[in-house]
């Protein structure tokens, strides 16, 4: 007797019909769910957002979505849209706050300032710009770091210290210099 083995079934991409009914089915079985998780976790004003990210993702990996695990799969995706949005806006935070100029700050000094650091970064080598650029202005781990220079992450975290300690050393060394 014939048996249909269900994996191997499961294990074929579904056609563009049948994902994108397959789709459908979700969206009308789980937007709600979606929403009403993003309304406890970020409130109302981006609840239907969050949801509508949540949903690109599953479009796009339709065929990942498990089937008998779809709506924690969701609830995965969800939270996962919810921290890097979290991740974002206090990165644009950071920026504003480190680009914003204090009224009671002298605009001189922040210039100085702005020209030491430049001139501090410029001494450096490039693998050490590079370095600094990835920590400081992507906001990068040692992990993403060492992804994206192809090492592993000790040799980041070595470089990242001696990159710190050669950085004191320049702007010391600078602020010498500069003293009366």
Same mark, same amino acid.
């Given at each position: 007797?014939?048996?249909?083995?269900?994996?191997?079934?499961?294990?074929?991409?579904? !056609?563009?019909?049948?994902?994108r009914?397959?789709?459908?089915?979700?969206?009308?079985?789980?937007?709600?769910?979606?929403?009403?998780?993003?309304?406890?976790?970020?409130?109302?004003?981006?609840?239907?957002?969050?949801?509508?990210?949540?949903?690109?993702?599953?479009?796009?990996?339709?065929?990942?979505?498990?089937?008998?695990?779809?709506?924690?799969?969701?609830?995965?995706?969800?939270?996962?849209?919810?921290?890097?949005?979290a991740?974002?806006?206090?990165?644009?935070?950071?920026?504003?706050?480190?680009?914003?100029?204090?009224?009671?700050?002298?605009?001189a000094?922040?210039?100085?300032?702005?020209?030491?650091?430049?001139?501090?970064?410029?001494?450096?080598?490039?693998?050490?710009?590079?370095?600094?650029?990835?920590?400081?202005?992507?906001?990068?781990?040692?992990?993403?770091?060492?992804?994206?220079? !192809?090492?592993?992450?000790?040799?980041?975290?070595?470089?990242?210290?001696?990159?710190?300690?050669?950085?004191?050393?320049?702007?010391?060394?600078?602020?010498?210099?500069?003293?009366?």
């Open positions: 007797m014939y048996r249909k083995d269900t994996q191997a079934l499961e294990a074929v991409p579904p !056609g563009p019909d049948e994902s009914a397959r789709f459908m089915t979700l969206y009308e079985r789980c937007y709600g769910s979606i929403v009403r998780y993003a309304w406890r976790r970020v409130g109302p004003d981006q609840a239907e957002d969050i949801a509508s990210e949540t949903f690109i993702v599953a479009w796009r990996r339709i065929a990942d979505v498990p089937r008998d695990h779809e709506l924690p799969w969701l609830y995965s995706v969800a939270r996962k849209v919810i921290a890097n949005r991740r974002r806006e206090q990165r644009d935070r950071e920026l504003s706050d480190a680009l914003s100029v204090e009224p009671e700050s002298d605009h000094e922040t210039v100085t300032s702005r020209q030491t650091a430049i001139t501090v970064l410029r001494s450096l080598s490039e693998k050490d710009r590079e370095l600094a650029r990835l920590a400081a202005w992507e906001c990068l781990d040692s992990r993403e770091i060492s992804i994206v220079l !192809g090492c592993s992450r000790a040799t980041v975290n070595v470089r990242l210290h001696r990159l710190r300690k050669r950085l004191e050393g320049l702007f010391d060394s600078h602020q010498r210099e500069e003293a009366p």
